[in-house]
């Protein structure tokens, strides 16, 4: 089946990038399709920490009203522990929330400007129209079947490449060499045992294996969430097992109850697309590229690029694609995530413990160091206090 009239722009994948694309070509008065296979409010990994930049990212775009109405919690501490050493960094700025929240909030906005959602739709990229060099989009629901043609298409799929038929012109997706694999679980608050942390602080783990991170979410569950060498997986037997090592080593251990969600994993993380598109087509968020998690910067460099292609995409709408497009997407994105150093360096030394406990004495030794590198992860602008619902002082 064909639908008819097509879209002005087709966004797959309603996480944070497609939903903030959507809802800002919406709002310039686009007609827009916002499609995704899973149906929300659902559960993601991740490690559900949403740094100041991406806050204000939303801000920016008009949506302050979501930011505040997430009920998320502003822990002020962020504990370091390499087994059993531990630093204990200030932390300003961070909103921890569910994914599940956090979402379906950007999804309900996005619905609100005028976006067209899809849910359950699994999207895969076809050759192109006549017309126009945009590929057509073909979706799958069960057994139901119908195509997109528009004149963009966004693909924000996070991990997932955005599968591509024969003879469809998509780019390649390199995986990092030694790239982890991520994890995550989540656990009632009830049934967390020694894991629930305190709900101010977030705690990261790190050793041999990888890297785990804790927070409490709004309801009072536990989020789990970390990147693991698959190597050291294969060798423990299971994602299960490698995480009940590292918590051993961090006196900790996993509840006998089963969480609520996972646990589960990610495809590998450390990713760029040789091209961040093709003609008609751009990649944003994950799709384009990511590293790993240990800096929680995930979602502020998903909406940070959202934001920087909304007016881009939108021009591609209303003049046609032109060859030069893809250069100045590739710019505008390089710009806006940067060459995303601390990460990188993160990521470096937390392949050795020797280079972690090093690097937690030198955090411990050098408090005005530990702001600065928590202020480049996190983004300078601290989150307002919570509202004031009623004024007492009257
Ligand atoms: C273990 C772990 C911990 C993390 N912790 C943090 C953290 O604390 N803070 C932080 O900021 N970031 C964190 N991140 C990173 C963050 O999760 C991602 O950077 C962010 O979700 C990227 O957003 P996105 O919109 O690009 O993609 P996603 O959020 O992954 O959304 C992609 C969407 O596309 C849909 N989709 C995929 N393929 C198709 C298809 N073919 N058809 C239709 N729909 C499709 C999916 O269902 C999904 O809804 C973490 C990541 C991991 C793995």
């Given at each position: ?178 790239s982890r694999i991520g994890l995550g679980a989540v656990y009632d608050a009830h049934t967390a045992g020694s894991l629930r942390p305190d709900p101010d602080r977030v705690v ?96 502020s460099w998903a909406l940070e690029s959202a934001a920087a292609l909304t007016p881009l995409a939108a021009e591609v709408v209303e003049r046609g694609w032109c060859p030069a ?70």
């Amino acid at each position: 089946m064909r639908s008819r009239p097509d879209p002005d722009c087709v966004v797959v994948g309603a996480g944070p990038a497609g939903a903030l694309v959507a809802h800002g070509l919406a709002l310039k008065g686009l007609w827009v399709v916002l499609v995704d296979r899973e149906v929300h409010p659902r559960w993601k990994v991740c490690g559900c920490c949403l740094g100041a930049r991406g806050a204000s990212v939303l801000r920016d775009r008009g949506l302050a009203a979501v930011v505040d109405s997430l009920d998320g919690r502003r822990p002020s501490r962020l504990d370091l522990r390499v087994d059993a050493q531990r630093v204990t960094l200030p932390l300003s700025g961070t909103l921890v929330v569910s994914r599940t929240a956090l979402d379906a909030a950007l999804l309900d906005a996005a619905r609100d400007a005028g976006v067209t959602v899809l849910e359950g739709w699994s999207a895969t990229l076809g050759s192109t129209a006549t017309g126009h060099p945009a590929p057509i989009l073909h979706l799958r629901r069960g057994d139901e079947a119908q195509q997109l043609d528009a004149r963009v298409v966004v693909a924000a799929t996070g991990l997932t490449p955005l599968p591509a038929r024969a003879g469809a012109s998509t780019p390649q997706i390199r995986v990092g060499h030694q790239s982890r694999i991520g994890l995550g679980a989540v656990y009632d608050a009830h049934t967390a045992g020694s894991l629930r942390p305190d709900p101010d602080r977030v705690v990261m783990l790190a050793g041999p294996a990888g890297y785990l991170g804790l927070s409490v979410l709004e309801d009072g569950a536990v989020n789990l969430a970390g990147a693991l060498d698959p190597d050291a997986v294969r060798a423990a037997g299971g994602m299960e097992a490698t995480v009940a090592r590292l918590l051993t080593r961090a006196g900790l251990a996993l509840p006998d109850a089963p969480p609520r969600h996972g646990w589960k994993g990610t495809p590998a993380l450390t990713r760029s697309a040789t091209r961040p598109g093709a003609p008609g087509l751009f990649l944003v968020g994950d799709a384009a590229g990511y590293l790993e998690p240990f800096t929680g910067e995930g979602m502020s460099w998903a909406l940070e690029s959202a934001a920087a292609l909304t007016p881009l995409a939108a021009e591609v709408v209303e003049r046609g694609w032109c060859p030069a497009d893809l250069g100045r997407w590739e710019a505008l994105r390089r710009r806006t995530v940067g060459s995303r150093t601390l990460i990188r360096t993160v990521s470096w030394l937390t392949r050795s413990p020797r280079r972690m406990h090093a690097a937690l004495k030198l955090l411990a030794w050098t408090p005005g160091l530990s702001r600065s590198l928590i202020r480049r992860a996190t983004g300078p602008t601290p989150l307002p206090p919570p509202r004031l619902l009623q004024d007492d002082s009257a």
